[in-house]
Protein backbone atom coordinates (compact mmCIF):
# COMPACT_ATOMS: atom_id res chain seq x y z
CA UNK A 1 0.00 0.00 0.00
CA UNK A 2 1.70 3.41 -0.84
CA UNK A 3 1.77 6.27 1.14
CA UNK A 4 -0.28 8.01 -1.31
CA UNK A 5 -3.50 5.76 -1.14
CA UNK A 6 -3.28 5.72 2.73
CA UNK A 7 -3.55 9.60 2.63
CA UNK A 8 -6.23 9.08 -0.43
CA UNK A 9 -7.96 6.64 2.17
CA UNK A 10 -7.60 8.96 5.36
CA UNK A 11 -8.90 12.14 3.58
CA UNK A 12 -11.48 10.37 1.99
CA UNK A 13 -12.55 8.69 5.90
CA UNK A 14 -12.58 12.35 6.89
CA UNK A 15 -14.43 13.75 4.13
CA UNK A 16 -17.29 11.13 4.98
CA UNK A 17 -17.09 11.78 8.59
CA UNK A 18 -17.24 15.62 8.50
CA UNK A 19 -19.95 14.77 5.80
CA UNK A 20 -22.26 12.52 8.62
CA UNK A 21 -21.23 15.17 11.18
CA UNK A 22 -22.76 18.03 9.25
CA UNK A 23 -25.97 15.92 8.29
CA UNK A 24 -26.61 14.49 11.51
CA UNK A 25 -26.43 17.82 13.26
CA UNK A 26 -29.06 19.30 10.20
CA UNK A 27 -31.46 15.88 11.46
CA UNK A 28 -30.93 16.71 14.97
CA UNK A 29 -31.82 20.47 14.06
CA UNK A 30 -34.89 19.79 11.72
CA UNK A 31 -35.87 17.07 14.53
CA UNK A 32 -36.34 20.56 17.02
CA UNK A 33 -38.00 22.02 14.51
CA UNK A 34 -41.21 21.07 13.77
CA UNK A 35 -43.24 22.64 11.78
CA UNK A 36 -46.05 23.94 14.54
CA UNK A 37 -49.92 23.69 13.48
CA UNK A 38 -52.12 26.54 12.91
CA UNK A 39 -53.88 27.69 15.69
CA UNK A 40 -57.36 26.78 15.84
CA UNK A 41 -59.40 30.70 16.61
CA UNK A 42 -61.33 30.86 20.13
CA UNK A 43 -64.85 30.70 19.70
CA UNK A 44 -66.22 34.23 21.37
CA UNK A 45 -68.71 33.83 23.99
CA UNK A 46 -72.22 35.06 23.77
CA UNK A 47 -73.15 37.39 26.10
CA UNK A 48 -75.74 37.83 28.72
CA UNK A 49 -77.76 40.24 29.70
CA UNK A 50 -77.14 41.66 32.99
CA UNK A 51 -79.35 43.25 35.83
CA UNK A 52 -79.62 46.74 36.09
CA UNK A 53 -77.83 48.12 39.07
CA UNK A 54 -80.16 49.22 42.13
CA UNK A 55 -80.37 53.06 41.52
CA UNK A 56 -79.75 55.02 44.16
CA UNK A 57 -83.90 56.27 44.87
CA UNK A 58 -85.71 59.58 46.24
CA UNK A 59 -86.74 59.21 49.41
CA UNK A 60 -90.31 60.63 50.52
CA UNK A 61 -90.30 63.60 52.56
CA UNK A 62 -89.66 63.08 55.92
CA UNK A 63 -92.62 64.31 58.41
CA UNK A 64 -91.96 66.22 61.50
CA UNK A 65 -94.89 65.55 63.67
CA UNK A 66 -96.24 68.84 65.16
CA UNK A 67 -95.66 70.10 69.02
CA UNK A 68 -98.38 68.56 71.63
CA UNK A 69 -98.27 70.32 74.85
CA UNK A 70 -98.84 67.56 77.67
CA UNK A 71 -101.90 68.03 79.77
CA UNK A 72 -101.58 68.59 83.55
CA UNK A 73 -103.63 65.96 84.48
CA UNK A 74 -100.92 64.69 86.73
CA UNK A 75 -101.68 67.82 88.86
CA UNK A 76 -104.56 65.90 90.13
CA UNK A 77 -102.72 63.95 92.63
CA UNK A 78 -100.69 66.47 94.68
CA UNK A 79 -103.92 67.31 96.78
CA UNK A 80 -103.79 63.80 98.29
CA UNK A 81 -99.82 64.13 98.58
CA UNK A 82 -100.40 67.45 100.15
CA UNK A 83 -103.14 66.21 102.21
CA UNK A 84 -101.17 63.22 103.21
CA UNK A 85 -98.10 65.20 104.58
CA UNK A 86 -100.64 66.99 106.82
CA UNK A 87 -102.17 64.68 108.39
CA UNK A 88 -98.94 62.93 109.40
CA UNK A 89 -97.73 66.43 110.82
CA UNK A 90 -100.66 66.84 113.14
CA UNK A 91 -99.97 63.61 115.38
CA UNK A 92 -97.03 61.43 115.63
CA UNK A 93 -99.78 58.30 115.28
CA UNK A 94 -100.96 59.39 112.24
CA UNK A 95 -97.81 59.39 110.19
CA UNK A 96 -98.12 56.13 108.61
CA UNK A 97 -101.59 57.04 107.47
CA UNK A 98 -100.79 60.25 106.44
CA UNK A 99 -97.30 58.56 104.45
CA UNK A 100 -100.01 56.01 103.17
CA UNK A 101 -102.12 58.72 101.14
CA UNK A 102 -99.37 60.97 100.06
CA UNK A 103 -97.59 57.93 98.32
CA UNK A 104 -100.99 57.20 96.78
CA UNK A 105 -101.04 60.46 95.64
CA UNK A 106 -97.58 60.50 93.93
CA UNK A 107 -98.74 56.86 92.42
CA UNK A 108 -101.73 58.72 90.96
CA UNK A 109 -99.80 61.55 89.75
CA UNK A 110 -97.39 59.64 88.02
CA UNK A 111 -100.03 57.01 86.29
CA UNK A 112 -102.07 60.11 85.26
CA UNK A 113 -98.61 61.29 83.66
CA UNK A 114 -97.92 58.42 82.23
CA UNK A 115 -101.56 58.86 80.62
CA UNK A 116 -100.98 62.21 79.59
CA UNK A 117 -98.10 61.37 77.95
CA UNK A 118 -99.71 58.06 76.24
CA UNK A 119 -102.34 61.09 74.90
CA UNK A 120 -99.45 63.04 73.14
CA UNK A 121 -97.65 60.26 71.18
CA UNK A 122 -101.30 59.06 70.34
CA UNK A 123 -102.19 62.43 69.51
CA UNK A 124 -99.10 62.81 67.23
CA UNK A 125 -99.10 59.78 65.23
CA UNK A 126 -102.67 60.32 64.34
CA UNK A 127 -101.21 63.87 63.20
CA UNK A 128 -98.31 62.06 61.27
CA UNK A 129 -101.11 59.75 59.64
CA UNK A 130 -103.47 63.15 58.52
CA UNK A 131 -100.51 64.71 56.74
CA UNK A 132 -99.22 61.47 55.47
CA UNK A 133 -102.73 60.75 53.98
CA UNK A 134 -103.17 64.78 52.78
CA UNK A 135 -103.90 64.95 49.30
CA UNK A 136 -100.40 67.24 49.35
CA UNK A 137 -98.40 64.61 50.76
CA UNK A 138 -99.51 62.41 48.60
CA UNK A 139 -98.46 64.44 45.57
CA UNK A 140 -95.42 64.78 46.33
CA UNK A 141 -94.64 61.14 47.09
CA UNK A 142 -96.55 60.02 43.46
CA UNK A 143 -93.68 62.49 42.27
CA UNK A 144 -91.27 60.68 43.61
CA UNK A 145 -92.36 57.59 42.99
CA UNK A 146 -92.46 58.61 39.07
CA UNK A 147 -88.45 60.13 39.53
CA UNK A 148 -87.54 56.79 41.27
CA UNK A 149 -89.44 54.51 38.51
CA UNK A 150 -87.54 56.80 35.45
CA UNK A 151 -84.15 56.10 37.08
CA UNK A 152 -85.02 52.82 37.32
CA UNK A 153 -86.20 52.59 33.81
CA UNK A 154 -82.95 54.36 32.62
CA UNK A 155 -80.55 52.52 33.85
CA UNK A 156 -82.59 49.26 32.52
CA UNK A 157 -82.64 50.95 29.51
CA UNK A 158 -78.56 51.32 30.05
CA UNK A 159 -78.02 47.90 31.15
CA UNK A 160 -80.41 47.02 27.78
CA UNK A 161 -78.05 49.09 25.74
CA UNK A 162 -75.08 47.76 26.67
CA UNK A 163 -76.29 44.43 26.05
CA UNK A 164 -77.25 45.23 22.48
CA UNK A 165 -73.84 46.69 22.02
CA UNK A 166 -72.28 43.69 23.19
CA UNK A 167 -74.40 41.63 21.33
CA UNK A 168 -73.50 43.45 18.23
CA UNK A 169 -69.71 42.73 18.76
CA UNK A 170 -70.78 39.02 19.38
CA UNK A 171 -72.06 39.17 16.16
CA UNK A 172 -69.13 41.03 14.84
CA UNK A 173 -67.00 38.56 16.45
CA UNK A 174 -68.87 35.55 14.54
CA UNK A 175 -68.29 36.73 11.67
CA UNK A 176 -64.64 36.72 12.00
CA UNK A 177 -64.27 33.68 13.69
CA UNK A 178 -66.19 31.84 11.31
CA UNK A 179 -64.17 33.34 8.55
CA UNK A 180 -60.86 32.67 10.70
CA UNK A 181 -62.46 29.49 10.77
CA UNK A 182 -62.58 28.65 7.19
CA UNK A 183 -59.54 30.12 6.82
CA UNK A 184 -57.59 27.73 9.94
CA UNK A 185 -59.42 24.52 7.86
CA UNK A 186 -57.81 25.68 4.62
CA UNK A 187 -54.24 26.21 6.65
CA UNK A 188 -54.62 22.79 8.40
CA UNK A 189 -55.37 21.01 5.38
CA UNK A 190 -52.05 22.64 4.08
CA UNK A 191 -50.41 22.06 6.79
CA UNK A 192 -51.06 18.66 6.93
CA UNK A 193 -50.93 17.41 3.21
CA UNK A 194 -47.78 20.05 2.37
CA UNK A 195 -46.43 21.35 5.31
CA UNK A 196 -45.85 18.16 7.67
CA UNK A 197 -46.01 16.01 4.21
CA UNK A 198 -42.75 18.07 2.66
CA UNK A 199 -41.63 18.12 6.26
CA UNK A 200 -41.52 14.31 6.41
CA UNK A 201 -40.15 13.86 3.23
CA UNK A 202 -37.10 15.85 4.16
CA UNK A 203 -36.84 14.16 6.80
CA UNK A 204 -36.55 10.71 5.13
CA UNK A 205 -34.51 12.10 2.38
CA UNK A 206 -31.88 13.30 4.99
CA UNK A 207 -32.13 10.07 6.89
CA UNK A 208 -31.45 8.30 3.81
CA UNK A 209 -28.26 10.75 2.87
CA UNK A 210 -27.07 9.53 6.31
CA UNK A 211 -27.53 5.97 5.56
CA UNK A 212 -25.85 5.80 1.70
CA UNK A 213 -23.12 8.14 3.42
CA UNK A 214 -22.74 5.66 6.19
CA UNK A 215 -22.68 2.95 3.97
CA UNK A 216 -20.07 4.86 1.53
CA UNK A 217 -17.78 5.52 4.74
CA UNK A 218 -18.32 1.45 5.69
CA UNK A 219 -16.69 0.82 2.59
CA UNK A 220 -14.13 3.05 3.31
CA UNK A 221 -13.06 1.78 6.50
CA UNK A 222 -13.33 -2.05 5.03
CA UNK A 223 -10.65 -1.22 2.65
CA UNK A 224 -8.69 -1.81 6.32
CA UNK A 225 -5.97 0.64 5.50
CA UNK A 226 -7.22 2.21 8.80
CA UNK A 227 -7.20 -0.21 11.83
CA UNK A 228 -10.67 -0.15 13.89
CA UNK A 229 -9.35 1.95 16.85
CA UNK A 230 -8.46 4.75 14.61
CA UNK A 231 -11.73 5.14 12.79
CA UNK A 232 -13.02 8.31 14.39
CA UNK A 233 -13.68 12.11 13.05
CA UNK A 234 -11.01 12.92 15.17
CA UNK A 235 -8.68 10.40 14.61
CA UNK A 236 -8.91 10.21 10.94
CA UNK A 237 -8.49 14.36 10.60
CA UNK A 238 -5.53 14.04 12.81
CA UNK A 239 -3.95 10.99 11.08
CA UNK A 240 -4.78 13.29 7.52
CA UNK A 241 -3.42 16.68 8.42
CA UNK A 242 -0.21 14.41 10.06
CA UNK A 243 0.41 12.68 6.81
CA UNK A 244 -0.82 15.76 4.47
CA UNK A 245 1.70 18.27 5.92
CA UNK A 246 4.49 16.17 6.13
CA UNK A 247 6.40 13.24 4.21
CA UNK A 248 5.73 10.44 6.60
CA UNK A 249 3.71 7.92 6.36
CA UNK A 250 0.78 5.63 7.96
CA UNK A 251 2.49 3.95 10.51
CA UNK A 252 4.94 6.78 12.20
CA UNK A 253 1.48 9.00 12.11
CA UNK A 254 -0.46 6.57 14.14
CA UNK A 255 2.78 6.50 16.56
CA UNK A 256 2.58 10.04 17.01
CA UNK A 257 -1.46 10.02 17.37
CA UNK A 258 -0.88 7.64 19.89
CA UNK A 259 1.66 9.50 21.74
CA UNK A 260 -0.34 12.07 21.84
CA UNK A 261 -3.79 10.55 23.18
CA UNK A 262 -1.35 8.64 26.08
CA UNK A 263 -0.28 12.48 26.70
CA UNK A 264 -3.91 13.50 26.79
CA UNK A 265 -4.91 10.67 28.96
CA UNK A 266 -2.39 10.98 31.40
CA UNK A 267 -3.43 14.38 31.94
CA UNK A 268 -7.00 13.85 32.24
CA UNK A 269 -5.92 10.91 34.60
CA UNK A 270 -8.67 8.57 33.03
CA UNK A 271 -9.81 5.97 35.07
CA UNK A 272 -10.33 2.54 33.47
CA UNK A 273 -14.58 2.61 33.91
CA UNK A 274 -14.75 5.84 32.23
CA UNK A 275 -12.25 5.05 29.55
CA UNK A 276 -14.63 4.49 26.55
CA UNK A 277 -16.24 8.05 27.60
CA UNK A 278 -13.06 9.65 27.07
CA UNK A 279 -11.95 8.28 24.41
CA UNK A 280 -15.10 10.00 22.69
CA UNK A 281 -14.10 12.59 24.51
CA UNK A 282 -10.64 12.77 23.15
CA UNK A 283 -11.65 12.05 19.76
CA UNK A 284 -13.77 15.65 19.93
CA UNK A 285 -10.62 17.20 21.57
CA UNK A 286 -8.48 16.42 18.73
CA UNK A 287 -10.64 17.23 16.35
CA UNK A 288 -11.13 20.57 17.46
CA UNK A 289 -7.45 21.48 18.00
CA UNK A 290 -6.78 20.12 14.55
CA UNK A 291 -9.58 22.67 13.30
CA UNK A 292 -7.88 25.17 15.13
CA UNK A 293 -4.58 24.66 13.56
CA UNK A 294 -4.71 26.96 10.64
CA UNK A 295 -2.22 25.08 8.68
CA UNK A 296 -4.59 21.31 9.03
CA UNK A 297 -7.59 23.41 8.60
CA UNK A 298 -6.44 24.53 5.77
CA UNK A 299 -5.17 21.83 4.41
CA UNK A 300 -8.73 19.30 5.33
CA UNK A 301 -10.82 22.29 3.95
CA UNK A 302 -8.99 22.05 0.65
CA UNK A 303 -9.07 18.17 0.58
CA UNK A 304 -13.17 18.46 1.56
CA UNK A 305 -13.35 21.35 -1.23
CA UNK A 306 -11.17 18.83 -4.36
CA UNK A 307 -13.50 15.78 -3.13
CA UNK A 308 -16.79 17.43 -3.55
CA UNK A 309 -15.80 19.10 -6.87
CA UNK A 310 -13.82 15.95 -8.21
CA UNK A 311 -14.62 13.17 -5.80
CA UNK A 312 -11.10 10.56 -6.16
CA UNK A 313 -10.44 7.34 -7.43
CA UNK A 314 -11.30 5.73 -4.16
CA UNK A 315 -15.02 6.99 -3.77
CA UNK A 316 -15.30 6.02 -7.46
CA UNK A 317 -14.52 2.54 -6.79
CA UNK A 318 -17.30 2.31 -4.27
CA UNK A 319 -20.76 1.20 -5.78
CA UNK A 320 -23.25 3.42 -3.90
CA UNK A 321 -21.12 6.44 -4.17
CA UNK A 322 -22.63 7.66 -7.06
CA UNK A 323 -26.45 7.62 -5.25
CA UNK A 324 -24.72 8.91 -2.10
CA UNK A 325 -22.62 12.23 -3.54
CA UNK A 326 -26.18 12.97 -5.43
CA UNK A 327 -28.14 12.64 -2.17
CA UNK A 328 -25.59 15.25 -0.53
CA UNK A 329 -25.55 17.72 -3.25
CA UNK A 330 -29.03 17.55 -3.51
CA UNK A 331 -29.08 18.52 0.35
CA UNK A 332 -26.67 21.25 0.04
CA UNK A 333 -28.96 23.01 -2.64
CA UNK A 334 -31.83 22.81 -0.34
CA UNK A 335 -30.17 24.40 2.33
CA UNK A 336 -28.41 27.18 0.74
CA UNK A 337 -31.85 27.81 -1.05
CA UNK A 338 -33.49 27.77 2.53
CA UNK A 339 -30.73 30.43 3.59
CA UNK A 340 -31.74 32.47 0.17
CA UNK A 341 -35.04 32.91 0.98
CA UNK A 342 -34.82 33.41 4.86
CA UNK A 343 -32.43 36.10 4.35
CA UNK A 344 -34.87 37.52 1.73
CA UNK A 345 -37.59 37.54 4.70
Known sequence: ?????????????????????????????????????????LKPTEPMEMTPQKVQLKQYPQIQPPYIKTPSNWKKGIPLYIIGIIIGLIKESFIFIGSVIAICGIVYSLRLLSKDR??????????????????????????IDSENEKRQLAESNRVHEEYLKMYERYKSECKDYNNALEQYKKDYDHYQTYTMATY???????????AQTHDTLEEVY????????????????YLATFMGTSDYDLKFAIERYDQD??????????????????????????????????HYAT??????????????????SISNWQKADILINEHRYQKRQQAIKKAKQ
Open 1 to 41: MSRQEELENLTTAYYLEDTLLILNRDLNELNHNIPKAPRQP
Open 118 to 143: AWVKQQKKEAVENIRNSADYQKKCKE
Open 200 to 210: NSKKEELKNVI
Open 222 to 237: KKNIIPAQYRGIGSVA
Open 261 to 294: VSHRYQQQQVDIANQQLNAMRTQTQILNDVLQNQ
Open 299 to 316: YLNEQVLDIQEHGNKLLR
